[in-house]
């Protein structure tokens, strides 16, 4: 075998799959388009006047696709490289094998399918030998395999919803026609639906081998399981390495036979064994009474109760309509059982999202915002600003140059309150947002100064007013005591 078998969960079992693929894409998307795309193309073009339905169909008809697949696979597996004409050759009898009608009809739904095809296709098994051989496969990855084609499924829906989105994207045309709702729910032309069900077809394309190769990948995990392919591996790999020294040794019991003289042969009594020895004992055992009894049970019964049960009393074509019946309901069962499991699945994700969600809204600690950069077009970045903003704001009065002065002590003022007194402004706020924000988080001769600051220099900016220099030396008195010593620039 080319694939090294080892204990591994029905997980990893199923992530061998995707590596399966992997490693036969070629062979496998060889195989896939030369049945899957001519057929189903021949479909929708019979299925033209009902281009609604072929969709269904071709959903309906992948089992028998998926045959193929598994047959690659199957041969892959073993060394073989399986050739196209080797596939040919064997297609008719993948149609024609066991489990075809059934795998179309009541077995269609099954959400095992996966597991359940390579039981008929490789194992030839019918009737009741393939579901007791179902039921001993799936009885530790059934559920892997339900999760299995419950993903393909969302995976193949996902895929088919934004190839549609991204072609209507495409389209040039107004806005009212790049709905996709409008495209799965309302009137289309049969060019539409025929366009539709390639893209149903391409989204398979991408799906369906991974799930066929998951499935093969888990079915051969559990025959490994239980029939110790793995340990009959080992052991062969073991007498491989130890066939020199078993030459040796064989080599050497040979000489020392041939060196021993042989002794006298002496024939061993036969006892004569009665046919009935084993008939003979059970008797015995039986007729002890510590083993052995007779018992006589007397029960009360209601007259109306029947003595026997209505099936014993029915010939056999009777018999065997009911137990079809009754197996019919056992596989409504089933569905509905693995249904509730799915829901049950679903709710319990679901209820784990929200617990989580809740638990990290309450232990999830608030970081600061990143302050500002810019505010209404002032670069409030720290290197900006000169190293002494009461010196340069001097300065600037002294050269004559008030708007300059000005926007210093504003600059400086937003900064020292941003990184000394840690006053959260955003990107978008106003010089009003700015007033909201400080009012009553600092002192209040600091919210006195930044005010007249403020409408200081929308006078100076957007008013284009002269202001005196005594009015910016009075915003320039205590500078230091109220918006602290300047932090040092990097």
């Given amino acids: 075998m080319t694939v090294r078998l080892r204990r591994r969960s029905p997980w990893e079992a199923l992530d061998l799959g995707r590596v399966l693929l992997r490693h036969w894409s070629g062979r496998v998307y060889r195989a896939w388009f030369a049945t899957y795309w001519p057929v189903g193309v021949v479909i929708l073009l019979v299925m033209w006047p009902w281009p609604e339905y072929a969709m269904l169909v071709l959903w309906w008809l992948k089992p028998l696709f998926d045959r193929v697949l598994l047959f690659v696979f199957s041969r892959s597996v073993f060394g073989d490289e399986c050739r196209m004409r080797d596939l040919l050759r064997a297609l008719p009898r993948l149609l024609r094998g066991p489990g075809v009608v059934s795998g179309l009809t009541l077995r269609r739904g099954s959400l095992a399918r996966s597991l ?98 998951s499935g093969f990948s888990l079915y051969l995990n559990r025959r490994s399981e239980l029939e110790a392919w793995d340990i009959e591996l080992a052991f062969r790999r073991l007498a491989e390495r130890q066939s020199p020294t078993a030459i040796t040794t064989s080599l050497l019991v040979v000489f020392l036979a041939l060196a021993v003289p042989p002794a006298a ?116 970045r720290p290197t900006s600003l000169p190293a002494d903003v009461a010196a340069a704001a001097h300065a600037a009065l002294d050269q004559g140059d008030s708007v300059e002065a000005l926007s210093l002590l504003y600059r400086g003022a937003l900064v020292a309150l941003m990184h000394q007194r840690q006053i959260d402004f955003a990107s978008g706020d106003t010089e009003n947002d700015c007033l909201r924000r400080i009012a009553g988080r600092v002192p209040e001769a600091l919210d006195r100064r930044f005010n007249a600051i403020v409408e200081t220099w929308r006078m100076a900016a957007y008013g284009r007013l002269s202001i005196p220099v005594e009015r910016i030396e009075e915003l320039l008195a205590g500078w230091d005591v109220l918006f602290g010593k300047p932090a040092s620039r990097p």
Avoid at 134 to 146: E, G, I, K, P, Y
Avoid at 338 to 345: A, E, T
């Fill in 116 to 213: 359940l095809l390579p039981v008929w296709q490789l194992e030839q098994q019918t009737g009741a030998r393939a579901r007791a051989r179902f039921r001993l496969l799936s009885r530790r990855c059934r559920a892997q395999a339900v999760w299995l084609t419950f993903f393909c499924a969302n995976m193949s829906t996902i895929l088919l919803v934004s190839i549609v989105i991204v072609l209507l994207v495409l389209v040039p045309g107004n806005g009212q026609d790049l709905s996709p709702w409008q495209w799965f729910g309302g009137e289309r032309s049969t060019a539409g639906y025929f366009a539709g069900n390639l893209m149903f077809m391409l989204a398979e394309t991408v799906v369906e081998p991974l799930y066929v190769a």
């Fill in 265 to 380: 042969p002496v024939h061993a009594e036969e006892v004569p064994q009665p046919p009935s020895m084993a008939r003979q004992t059970i008797d015995a055992v039986l007729a002890d009474p510590v083993f052995g009894q007779v018992k006589n049970d007397l029960r009360w019964r209601w007259r109306w109760q029947p003595s026997s049960s209505p099936v014993d009393n029915l010939d056999d074509h009777q018999s065997n309509w009911i137990m079809g019946i009754l197996r019919i309901l056992e596989i409504l069962a089933e569905w509905l059982r693995s249904l509730l499991w799915i829901f049950s699945g679903f709710a319990l994700a679901a209820a784990i999202f929200l617990v989580l969600r809740h638990r990290q809204a309450g232990l999830r600690v608030r970081t600061a915002p990143m302050a500002p950069e810019f505010l209404f077009g002032l670069d409030l």
